[in-house]
């Protein structure tokens, strides 16, 4: 009897022990003996990584997307700015004129013949640097005449006594629009770009200015300048030169073939 029982009970765990092996059989089909944990565990470490990356880079996208729209579109923004810019100028001051300036039709028809005053009238404002009387006067010089290229140039220069460079600019570049030969424009250009130390686009300038004055020696001055900027020697003993020949008397020829020692 006794015998029995052990038998019994050594039965009926080994049906336990199939029936649970039955049950885990399509576990242990999928479970790969050849792979070691350490192997499934890095798999696993890496499969939770690329997750977690791919998560990230969705909500960096979802953050840069709208920002990224902002930025393109506030540059094609400023684009159109800069373009309509020489565009609106004339017109700014013949809408400014006409709401500072009243005058008559008899005042209109004399003002031809007064155009040189009303400039010089400007040009002491500025003189006396008073440079919103000077604006005003220019202003209204323009309000009767949009195509007056003196006027024009005399705002420019207004705006670059006050550093308003990029209006000093706008304002040149409309007089180069009037006449497209205009040197004081190109010479006005290129020392702004000296001030804004864009050097090889100032050499680009000057050199349409000097193209119509050759042996103006403020436009030699200035190549001197720019030529000792770049540091390129050769260029600066011919700018030199021919500053010396157009103004023999210039007191600065000296302090610049000392700086070109110094090259």
């Known amino acids: 009897m006794f ?16 029936v649970i092996v039955v049950k885990k059989l399509p576990l242990l089909a999928s479970f790969d003996v050849s792979e070691k944990p350490e192997e499934k565990n890095a798999e696993a470490k890496e499969k939770i990584m690329n997750e977690r990356l791919q998560r990230k880079a969705k ?9 990224s729209k902002v930025l393109f579109g506030g540059i094609k923004k400023m684009a159109k700015q800069s373009a309509d810019k020489l ?3 004339e017109e700014k001051y013949k809408k400014k004129a006409k709401k500072e300036v009243l005058v008559t039709k008899k005042e209109y028809e004399n003002f031809e013949n007064n155009v040189e005053s009303f400039l010089r009238e400007a040009q002491l404002f500025s003189d006396k640097e008073e440079y919103d009387e000077a604006e ?10 949009p195509k007056n290229v003196e006027a024009y140039l005399g705002l420019g220069e207004l705006y670059v006594f006050q550093r308003t460079y990029e209006e000093a600019k706008a304002t ?9 030969n205009n040197d004081k424009s190109w010479f006005e250009l290129a020392e702004i770009n000296e001030i804004q130390e864009d050097f090889n686009k100032a050499i680009v300038n000057l050199n349409k200015a000097l193209k119509k004055s050759p042996n103006n020696p ?4 200035l190549l001197v300048r720019l030529n000792l900027e770049l540091k390129d020697k050769d260029k600066t003993k011919e700018a030199l030169q021919r500053l010396r020949d157009a103004n023999p ?3 600065k ?4 073939e000392t700086q070109i020692k110094e090259l």
Do not use: R, T, W
């Open 87 to 89: 565009k609106d100028l």
């Open 253 to 256: 020829i000296k302090e610049f």
């Open 59 to 67: 909500v960096v996208y979802q953050k840069v997307l709208p920002m």
């Open 249 to 251: 008397e210039n007191q």
């Open 218 to 221: 403020k436009y030699l001055d």
């Open 3 to 18: 015998s029995i029982i052990p038998l019994i009970i050594i039965l009926v765990s080994l049906a336990i022990i199939l």
């Open 172 to 180: 040149f570049e409309h007089v180069l629009k009037l006449d497209p």
């Open 136 to 145: 005003k006067k220019y202003i209204e010089i323009l309000g009767l005449d």
